[in-house]
C-alpha cells in the first residue's frame, strides 16, 4: 500500500499512514473499525513496505490498521519500522493500546498515543486489550510527548476518567464516538459535555465528527 495520505479527521496533524504490521489485532476489540470490511487475514509484516519512500517534513501514523505494539509482534517487526523510519526526517505518531511495550528507541521526532475508551474495564468488548488502569500506569512512564484518544467513548465515572487523564498528562485529548452501529454502552450528552469541559482545563480537546450522532458538534 505503501505512504498513504490521511483521509480521517480524528488527527488533524497527520498527513500519512504507514503500515508494515497488518491482519487481524491481537486485541481483538469488538468494535474495532478494520471489521467492517470482514474477517481479517492473520498478522504478518510486509516486507515490501520497506521499500516506501516516506519523504521529509510529514508527520505519519505508523501502524493505523493494526495494533504494532500488541504481545502477539514479534521485536523483529518493530525494530525494521522504526530503522526504517529513522532513513527520514518526519515526525511520527505512534498509536497502541498497550504501553508496556513500546520500546525506548522510538526515533527522535516521535509522539505516543494511548488508546482509553473509558476508566471501565469491559472484557466482552476490549477482549484481549490491557484493561484501562494498566494502560494508564504503564503510559505515565512514557517519556515521548503523549496523545490519549478516547475512540469510541464508552460510559464512564467521571471523576475516575478524569483523574486517570490528567495523570498522563496529555498533549491533547482526541475524543471521538463509534460509528460502525456497535450498540455500545455510551456516555448522555450532557456526561460528554461535562468531561469536555472538566479535560479543556487543562489540555488541548480535539473532537471527531462522529461524535455529532451524540449531539456534540
Avoid at 505503501?2 to 476489540?29: A, P, Q, R
Avoid at 516521535?110 to 477482549?127: A, F, G, K, W
Wanted: hydrophobic content about 30%; some cysteine; overall charge positive.
Amino acid at each position: 500500500m505503501g505512504l498513504n495520505i490521511s483521509k480521517g479527521n480524528m488527527y488533524n496533524f497527520v498527513t500519512h499512514t504507514w503500515n508494515t504490521v497488518k491482519g487481524e489485532c491481537y486485541h481483538d476489540c469488538s468494535y474495532c473499525y478494520m471489521k467492517r470490511w470482514g474477517k481479517l487475514n492473520p498478522i504478518r509484516f510486509d516486507e515490501k513496505e520497506l521499500k516506501t519512500d516516506l519523504g521529509n517534513n510529514n508527520h505519519i501514523f505508523v501502524g493505523s490498521s493494526c495494533d504494532m505494539w500488541a504481545d502477539n509482534v514479534p521485536n523483529e517487526w518493530i525494530s525494521k519500522t522504526l530503522n526504517h523510519c529513522n532513513r527520514f526526517d518526519n515526525h511520527y505518531l505512534f498509536q497502541t493500546k498497550n504501553p508496556q511495550n513500546l520500546r525506548g528507541a522510538l526515533t527522535p521526532k516521535s509522539s505516543v498515543c494511548i488508546t482509553l475508551e473509558s476508566n471501565q474495564h469491559y472484557p466482552d468488548l476490549m477482549r484481549n486489550s490491557p484493561t484501562p488502569t494498566q494502560r494508564v500506569e504503564q503510559a505515565m512512564l512514557i517519556k515521548h510527548p503523549l496523545h490519549i484518544t478516547i475512540e469510541p467513548v464508552l460510559d464512564f465515572e467521571m471523576r475516575t476518567f478524569v483523574e486517570m487523564i490528567k495523570k498522563c498528562n496529555p498533549v491533547q485529548v482526541n475524543l471521538g464516538a463509534d460509528s460502525t452501529k456497535n450498540k455500545l454502552p455510551e456516555p448522555s450528552y450532557e456526561k460528554l459535555l461535562e468531561l469536555i469541559d472538566r479535560l479543556k482545563s487543562f489540555t488541548t480537546v480535539h473532537n471527531s465528527r462522529n461524535l455529532k450522532r451524540l449531539g456534540i458538534k
